[in-house]
C-alpha cells in the first residue's frame, strides 16, 4: 500500500511535466510559424 501511494504522486508529477512541456513546444511551433507567415504578409 505505501508503495502505490508512493508513486501515484510521481505520476502526478510527470503528467503535470509533460503537459507544461507539450504546452510550451505547441507555444513555440504556434510563435515560429506565425513569424513566417508575417514574414511572407509583410515583406
Excluded at 508512493?6 to 503528467?15: G, S, V, W, Y
Amino acid at each position: 500500500m505505501t508503495d502505490q501511494s508512493r508513486e501515484i504522486p510521481q505520476d502526478a508529477d510527470l503528467r503535470n511535466l509533460a503537459r507544461l512541456v507539450s504546452a510550451c513546444t505547441l507555444g513555440l511551433w504556434a510563435f515560429a510559424a506565425g513569424l513566417l507567415i508575417g514574414t511572407f504578409l509583410f515583406s
